[in-house]
């Protein structure tokens, strides 16, 4: 679609981080693609981080001088690193014949908050930028920085350079960011991992955060939640080639295939409370003690209860187990827990993709290809778009790479079009609107304190629960074989760990498929007289959709706490990178919904 290009100019926002400004010469490449998108015609924004290991350099400078550098002085050291990079990007440019203005946090008007080393955003003023570019400026801004009400210099955290692009990009209504790196893109996994990966040409926003593991050493995460929030494009680059690396942006119908990637983490440590009163309220106590511990909690699992009693898993890093154990077992007297046990050596593996939402039968297949490699699933959740399991870590390279290969992630796919190439063709994925400049800028004051975004309750599906399996390879791929033969959708799926060698495994499905479903089940559950199951026609899902939820402890806690106020159950409980998902009783959707949306603000 053409823009009217005489009343609005297009922005782009070009950001390059530490090794793409390492040297002279890096930064004279960096001026070159600035120059050459301005003499495109767009107005050009550049965001650059310290040079090189600038940053680990000053870290390491003040502890030679202190073990307690007070943070207010580490900010105004660290901010140091990316003056420079910006006065000598500028007169790169200035060497090119272009015009070219450098500015720091504080000149741009990035304000903070107080929390020096990790300061969040609270708002960015674009009138000098916008009158520099009007000028005819390339707009050179410092990554990484603000400054706070009181004029004290603030960082964002380390990486904190891409959340500086991503905010302006966002403010200044961009058509663009493109984050210029040391790699080609992202891949459909670890190619160290999988000598097989291949770049992926787009990915969701969403995908991009489901395969957090993955996208951590490109990108980010935070400034994929800010790109998400706003809509804004990115295209992650290699800067030392002319690859169009990842566009990573709303997603398409067009899907490029079922699974987009295969994510992993190598090192997950697991902790089971073992009969957890079925009640209201428990899962709130233990989610406050772990948020208060600022224990980073990964995959959360909890099985229907039996007999009153329920378990919950969850996995945190492995490091961090020592100090998660000590606040559980503190927690789990208080709770009257029977038992709380703690399995190592465990890695989670998982696959993304917006695909699985239309088609049946994505997890029976990922089962299916961990059976053949002989490969024992211990626990599985999921979300919409992602499914994981954690298995044994010394099979983990093993199964990503069945995974990643018996998806066709090897395979070369077709190429999409590319949107984010010329001043011409993009452009259609945003509104110039002013509206919605006006909209993005009030927004911004809350720009990192989003926390939900969505709160939906789903009464339309059933569950059904399988228990008494052996605790063997295959037996999920039987299961979920039965029930996707049939062609059923199978959602939500939950595998806590196996207890006294028997697992169980849940999982949700179309009220209108459950009748059927059952018969699907019943030639698996002749054959293994063992196993019992079990459905209920009347529950309700209810999914908690954030960005950050991992990153921001608080949002398990505060939702637990809601419910268990108002007396609702907890069933069963699945989590992923960007989803809360809550299996409760179908009679209390209503209810539920009206709480948390007015817990979390939503309309
Ligand atoms: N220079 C900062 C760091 O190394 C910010 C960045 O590179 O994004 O973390
Ligand atoms: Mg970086």
């Not at 009343?7 to 981080?17: E, L, M, R, T």
């Not at 050493?217 to 080639?241: D, W």
Request: proline share 3%.
């Amino acid at each position: 679609m053409a823009r009217e290009r005489d009343s609005v100019v297009s922005v782009i926002v070009q950001k390059f981080g530490g090794t793409s400004v390492a040297n002279a010469e890096k930064i004279r490449h960096a001026a070159m693609r600035a120059v050459e998108a301005k003499r495109r015609g767009f107005d050009v924004v550049v965001v650059v981080s310290a040079r090189g290991h600038k940053t680990d350099e000053l870290i390491e400078l003040a502890h030679g001088i202190t073990k307690n550098p007070r943070p207010r002085e580490m900010d105004m050291l660290l901010s140091t690193g990316e003056q420079e990079s910006v006065a000598l990007m500028a007169m790169a440019v200035h060497e090119l014949g272009e015009d070219a203005i450098s500015l720091t946090g504080a000149q741009i008007g990035v304000l903070t908050d107080t929390t020096h080393t990790r300061a969040r955003i609270v708002s960015i003023s674009t009138e000098r930028m916008k009158e520099l570019l009007a000028a005819g400026n390339i707009v050179i801004a410092a990554g990484f920085q603000g400054v706070d009400s009181a004029m004290n210099i603030t960082t964002l955290g380390r990486g904190g350079s891409d959340t500086t692009a991503t905010a302006l990009a966002a403010v200044l209504n961009a058509e663009l960011c493109e984050i210029y790196t040391d790699v080609e893109g992202v891949f459909t996994t670890d190619p160290r991992v999988v000598a097989s990966a291949r770049k992926v040409e787009r990915i969701s926003y969403d995908e991009m955060l489901e395969l957090a593991s993955l996208g951590a050493g490109v990108m980010h995460s935070r400034s994929i939640e800010f790109a998400k929030k706003f809509s804004v494009p990115l295209r992650v680059r290699p800067s030392y080639s002319d690859g169009p690396g990842t566009l990573i942006a709303p997603e398409t119908d067009e899907a490029n295939s079922i699974v987009t990637g295969v994510a992993f983490v190598r090192n997950e440590a697991l902790i089971t409370l073992v009969g957890l009163p079925d009640q209201p309220g428990v899962m709130s106590s233990l989610f406050t003690a772990l948020s208060g511990a600022k224990i980073p909690v990964d995959m959360v699992v909890q099985n229907v209860g039996r007999e009153g009693f329920a378990n919950v898993s969850f996995t945190v890093a492995e490091d961090e187990l020592p100090a998660a154990m000590r606040v559980v077992s503190a927690a789990a007297e208080t709770l009257k827990v029977q038992s709380v046990q703690q399995t190592t050596e465990l890695s989670k593996v998982s696959i993304v993709g917006h695909g699985m939402q239309t088609h049946t039968g994505v997890a029976a297949r990922m089962f299916q290809i961990l059976a053949d490699s002989g490969i024992n699933i211990r626990v599985v959740t999921t979300s919409e778009i992602k499914i994981s399991v954690l298995i044994d870590r010394t099979r983990c390279s093993d199964a990503v790479e069945a995974v990643h290969n018996g998806f066709g992630l090897n395979q070369p796919t077709r190429t999409l079009p590319d949107i984010g190439r010329s001043a011409v063709r993009i452009g259609s994925s945003r509104s110039v609107d002013a509206e919605v400049v006006a909209d993005i800028v009030s927004r911004l004051e809350g720009m990192e304190s989003i926390l939900v975004s969505d709160v939906s309750a789903d009464t339309q599906q059933s569950r059904i629960t399988v228990t008494g399996l052996p605790d063997d390879p295959g037996v999920a791929r039987d299961v979920f074989a039965a029930v996707g033969e049939g062609g059923v959708l199978v959602d939500m799926i939950i595998q806590n760990v196996a207890r006294d060698g028997k697992a169980s495994i849940s999982f949700t499905v179309p009220g209108e498929d459950l009748e059927r479903s059952l018969q699907l089940l019943r030639p698996f559950s002749d054959a293994h007289k063992e196993t019992l199951v079990t459905s209920d026609r009347h529950i309700c899902k209810l999914t908690i959709a954030g960005i950050g939820l991992r990153s921001h402890t608080d949002v398990g806690r505060r939702v637990f706490r809601t419910l268990a106020t108002h007396h609702i159950n907890v069933q069963m409980l699945n989590t992923s990178e960007i989803k809360l998902s809550i299996v409760i009783a179908a009679v209390e959707a209503e209810r539920a919904l009206k709480i948390l949306r007015s817990e979390f603000g939503l309309p």
